[in-house]
């Protein structure tokens, strides 16, 4: 599996969603690396670490993120983008005690039925002619409005890396998210967790996210970015990177802030493992 590693540190390992990689955070690790070791694999089956004979599960990304968990001598945290999100709540609901914090980060236990309907859509048009064209709708559909008209080379880098992806590997992730589910890990999460979309995601809305977070029996934050779509780590890195180091540094709920960001009422101690 290729891994990528920034900085030093208390553990923060880091998943990407469909079409995506370990590049997604090599922001974040220059801008925290000075505090926390970012870890950020290509997920078994996408990107570098695809496998001939080996197909995209699910259950194979939980697999590889339980060894590199249980490669750390404390508890990481674990930070899931999208389809990563379910992957972190699947690796949890095995043993909850084994991660520090969770992050999701645009992303829902189990997509909303018009995204699964639009992914279907979307791997059938793929099956019938190929990937052409489908590295630019991506772009447009993931970043904000904002995004689109002032970083026309977030767009560029995104279609192109989508493009270098696999074919295969591209429709077996659709599948796993089409078909998965990981709604049956929410009641077991008893670490802090850090519930964060952007303004305009229609992967994960507002609202969705803030049901969710809502859902979590542990103690949980929910912030909105404004300006901001699917990718809010690359559209708004500073302030991404700042709303994850607070958090990581010491996990609060029920402050509001001037920013319109949405929170959950109660206090969290500090814990005694991981940050």
């Known amino acids: 599996m290729h891994v990528e590693e920034h900085g030093t540190g208390p553990c923060l390992i880091c998943l990407h969603g469909l079409g995506g990689g370990a590049w997604f955070f090599r922001d974040l690790g220059k801008r925290l690396g000075d505090r926390y070791r970012i870890v950020a694999p290509d997920l078994p089956g996408t990107g570098q670490s695809r496998s001939a004979g080996r197909p995209f599960s699910l259950e194979a990304c939980r697999d590889a993120l339980v060894c590199l968990i249980e490669e750390e001598r404390q508890p990481p945290s674990v930070l899931g983008h999208s389809l990563g999100t379910m992957v972190a709540l699947m690796a949890n609901a095995l043993d909850p005690k084994r991660i520090s914090r969770l992050i999701f980060c645009g992303?829902?236990?189990?997509?909303l039925p018009a995204i699964r309907a639009k992914l279907q859509d979307r791997a059938n048009r793929i099956?019938?002619?190929?990937?052409?064209?489908?590295?630019?709708?991506?772009?447009?559909?993931?970043?904000?409005?904002?995004?689109?008209?002032?970083?026309?080379?977030?767009?560029?880098?995104?279609?192109?890396l989508t493009r270098e992806e696999e074919t295969s590997a591209y429709l077996e992730g659709i599948s796993a998210l089409?078909?998965?589910?990981?709604?049956?890990?929410?009641?077991?999460?008893?670490?802090p967790c850090l519930v964060i979309t952007g303004e305009e995601d229609a992967y994960a809305p507002p609202d969705s996210a803030r049901a969710f977070a809502s859902s979590l029996p542990s103690a949980n934050t929910c912030e909105v970015m404004p300006g901001c779509g699917h990718l809010a780590f690359l559209e708004e890195p500073a302030g991404f990177a700042e709303r994850l180091?607070?958090?990581?540094?010491?996990?609060r709920v029920g402050t509001e802030t001037a920013d319109g960001i949405q929170n959950f009422a109660g206090t969290l101690p500090n814990p005694k493992q991981g940050f």
């Open 178 to 191: 089409v078909s998965g589910t990981a709604e049956y890990a929410v009641p077991m999460v008893s670490s």
């Open 107 to 111: 992303g829902l236990p189990r997509p």
């Open 245 to 251: 180091g607070s958090f990581l540094r010491n996990p």
């Open 127 to 160: 099956r019938a002619l190929g990937m052409h064209g489908i590295p630019d709708e991506i772009a447009a559909g993931v970043l904000s409005s904002r995004s689109r008209q002032h970083s026309a080379g977030l767009s560029g880098i995104f279609s192109h």
